[in-house]
């Protein structure tokens, strides 16, 4: 029986949005692709323990979906069947494939700018990343009732504005590609930061990696791709034994996957451009790099978030700054700068300040930080972490 | 699909002036390639009317029916394949940068 859940886990990572996708093309009807693919999955839950697992479990699944789907349209009241559904069917029937343009085709379709942003994100994660409604619904903080309807609304615009399902065409990608990136990076840290954990960041990469593969030129996506990658070698050393999140000086660097942090230096490598993500990607290579935190290239790091601040000027960047001055120069600088920030509200203001503050010996000081943190967090990993300095700083 | 184009005045307007000729190149643009069916400006707010029927009684009022900083300033209406080439047609319209455009899809006919 495991044999078969772990099967299913990894052919569910590999193949749901490859069916989900063919499925689309091959109807036009969202909802039923996605029903018909959970049928799919479902009924191997159910047959595989007994009949083994299929030699291609991916075809098997293909397979069951399309005949699903025909079961669906089929039991439909055939009055209300339209001529519409006739040709359904016959493309459902024929045996023609695309799979791999498939999951391309979700992942544009599905971060289209006339779909609201918080819709791309549940509608990739849904379509694209196969999460079930609850799982996303969690990760979003709404009741499940809300994200589903948040995925009927997305769905029916695509349908009756005319969205279409296509990866655009090439006068088109790279006004899209900004678009697409955005999504896969919110999706990334949905999965990074959230309980679903490296599933879900191993699916934003595979598909960075494919948006990559088919535009080797855009170096944003190149940068994206690394930028995940390294952020994504550090997961076994985030969370502590407490279930507390490990800052990077905490971590045990030794737990880093050192093969995929030089599979994401290389990446960046790769990279021509100094874009937004490409520079990210350089920041988090700087640490990536190093085997002591203490060996952090901080001036090296400095220069890097003035150069991005200079591209997308926004507080958070300018909050990063300020960390990297305080750790280059001294806490009072960092402090001083922090001071000035419009970030009222923004829980990893507290946390930065409590921290320099720290350093500087200003223990009472740090510990208001940190309790300020505190009240502003809904996470249990970063409660778990708060609390854990409050009690190193003896308070 | 069928859509509707609401030509929209904007309080943000970008910089770039309209080039002389160019709604008219956008019309013979939409003519040759079969997507603009029709289409017009439409006179400002000022000279709007608006009525409604409440408990079987005729109101007519002055002004548009909602109250905005906005207005619409003229129609479109475009037959194209999908959403993306509505934009892409769209996006070439003068007004696109001296105000905005929105695209709605036709509701159509259930059979």
């Known amino acids: 029986m495991s044999e078969v859940a772990d099967a299913l886990v990894s052919v569910h990572h590999r193949d749901w949005s490859r069916i989900v996708g063919a499925l689309i093309r091959l109807t036009g009807d969202w909802t039923l692709a996605e029903d018909a693919t959970q049928d799919a999955f479902e009924s191997a839950l159910a047959n595989w323990p007994t009949s083994g697992i299929p030699d291609n479990t991916g075809a098997w699944l293909m397979t069951t979906a399309r005949n699903k789907a025909i079961d669906r349209i089929r039991s439909r009241e055939s009055e209300q069947r339209r001529a519409k559904e006739v040709v359904v069917m016959e493309s459902l029937q024929s045996s023609e494939h695309d799979i791999e343009d498939d999951r391309l085709r979700l992942i544009f379709t599905c971060a289209h700018p006339a779909l609201p942003l918080a819709a791309r994100v549940a509608l990739t994660l849904r379509t694209v990343a196969g999460l079930s409604v609850a799982e996303i619904a969690a990760a979003f903080l709404v009741p499940e009732a809300t994200m589903a309807q948040r995925l009927v609304r997305a769905r029916r615009k695509i349908e009756e504005a005319g969205i279409p399902y296509r990866v655009p065409p090439s006068e088109q990608l790279a006004e899209r590609l900004d678009g697409v990136l955005a999504v896969l990076y919110l999706v990334f840290n949905e999965g990074y930061g959230g309980a679903a954990g490296g599933e879900f960041a191993a699916t934003a990469i595979s598909m960075a990696q494919a948006v990559v593969d088919l535009m080797p030129a855009e170096s944003e996506a190149r940068g994206l791709l690394a930028l995940m990658k390294l952020q994504n070698s550090r997961r076994d050393a985030r969370i502590g034994p407490a279930g507390d999140l490990r800052t990077l000086e905490e971590q045990d660097r030794s737990s880093w996957h050192s093969d995929e942090i030089e599979a994401g230096l290389a990446v960046l490598r790769s990279a021509r451009g100094r874009g937004p993500y490409v520079l990210q990607a350089e920041i988090a290579a700087c640490h990536a790099r190093v085997a002591a935190a203490d060996d952090t290239d901080w001036p090296a790091i400095v220069v890097l978030y003035d150069e991005l601040l200079a591209l997308t000027p926004s507080p958070v960047i300018e909050l990063n700054r300020a960390i990297a001055l305080g750790m280059r120069d001294g806490p009072a600088t960092g402090l001083a700068i922090m001071d000035g920030l419009k970030l009222s509200g923004y829980r990893w203001l507290p946390v930065a300040q409590g921290d320099l503050l720290r350093r500087a010996g200003r223990n009472a000081d740090a510990a208001d930080r940190f309790r300020e943190a505190l009240a502003l967090t809904t996470s249990d990993v970063e409660r778990a972490e708060l609390e854990r300095r409050l009690a190193a700083l003896g308070s | ?111």
């Open chain 2, 1 to 111: 699909m069928e859509y509707m184009l609401f030509i929209a005045s904007d309080s943000e307007p970008d910089a770039i002036e309209e080039q002389p000729g160019e709604i008219e190149a956008w019309i013979e643009e939409g003519a040759r390639r079969g997507i603009r069916k029709f289409g017009n400006r439409l006179r400002p707010n000022e000279d709007a009317t608006t009525l409604r029927i409440r408990k079987g009684e005729l109101l007519v009022t002055d002004g548009p029916f909602s109250e905005s900083k906005e207005w619409i300033a003229g129609f479109d209406i475009i037959e194209c394949e999908n959403l993306d080439d509505a934009i892409d047609f769209a996006s070439r319209h003068p007004m696109a940068r001296a105000g905005r455009i929105e695209i709605r899809p036709f509701w159509p006919a259930e059979f």
